[in-house]
């Protein structure tokens, strides 16, 4: 377990050590989840007994568990918003595609399909050339010359000039990731899914075709899964169900050197 740990506190040391964040505010924010853990592992109980349970589960002293459970929690910036949802229908939805299985342009305004529309069918609290104002802004769409037919810039919403909502998607989607993999280590093992595959033996050369394929394996994703999902949310909003529950489901890649085999010990004369 401790080696599992290290996997994934490694990453983590690096984006503090890149974004200024020291050792010991890291520590403090370990030292509340462990009081949060804890808390959900007792139960309930006495305000005073549940202090002492705490203490003896997380090593830690009473006072510091009284100290952190009254510490208000940082909350994490959202990556949700409306222009996610615009750029995910595009992405997913049929009736948004070329019929080639990619993202279509887009009138700017009238009827179905257009942008306008488009953003309508996410929110009417919002006027949609505001949305299409952040879009341009995040450099993720482009007006055409014509001023009237909107062009995607990119296959997935990656909002590179806006650092906290990036933050936000580091947080929900590892965080997500994470909380699977440890309810199935601590569980069954069948609770969420979580696989991957490992592929070795490539040359830098194939890797740009791996890229690649990942990225079509991610549209067929999304043209698949978004349109069967949006079908079961109306199915449930017609039968009265309580729509009470969300899923996220991701792709992910990282690529790296291969580890060099361990040299042969040396013969002994």
């Known amino acids: 377990m401790l080696g599992a740990l290290v ?3 490694d990453p983590l040391a690096q984006l503090c050590v890149a974004r200024g964040i020291t050792a010991t505010t890291v520590e403090e924010l370990v030292r509340r989840s462990f009081v ?3 808390t959900a592992a007792c139960g309930g109980g ?4 549940m202090t002492s349970r705490i203490s003896a589960i997380t ?6 568990v009284a100290r952190l459970a009254s510490v208000r929690v940082q909350e994490l910036p959202t990556p949700r918003s409306y222009v996610s949802e615009v750029l995910t229908r595009w992405l997913s939805l049929p009736q948004f595609s070329d019929g080639k299985g990619k993202p279509a342009r887009l009138r700017r305004t009238g009827p179905p399909p257009s ?3 488009l953003a309508c069918e996410v929110t009417r609290d919002v006027h949609p050339a505001t949305i299409l104002s952040e879009l341009q802004r995040l450099r993720l769409v482009e007006l055409l010359a014509d001023g009237e037919t909107v ?4 296959d997935a919403f990656v909002p590179r000039n806006d650092a906290a909502r990036m933050m936000g998607f580091l947080g929900e989607n590892t965080g997500d990731h994470l909380r699977a993999a440890v309810t199935n ?8 899914f979580d696989q991957a595959l490992l592929a070795d033996e490539l040359s830098t050369e194939s890797m740009e075709q791996v890229r690649h394929l990942i990225t079509e394996q991610w549209r067929h994703l999304l043209a698949t899964l978004g349109p069967q999902l949006e079908a079961l949310m109306k199915a449930d909003a017609v039968a009265g ?17 291969m580890p060099q085999p361990a040299a042969p010990p040396a013969d002994k004369l």
């Open 7 to 9: 996997a994934v506190l």
């Open 36 to 38: 949060t853990a804890a």
């Open 46 to 49: 006495p305000k005073e007994r």
């Open 59 to 64: 090593g830690l002293t009473r006072r510091e």
């Open 115 to 117: 942008f306008d529309s």
């Open 151 to 154: 062009a995607l810039l990119a």
């Open 185 to 192: 280590v601590t569980g069954s093992g069948t609770e969420h």
């Open 241 to 257: 169900r309580p729509q009470d529950q969300q899923v996220r489901i991701g792709l992910y890649s990282w690529t790296q050197g």
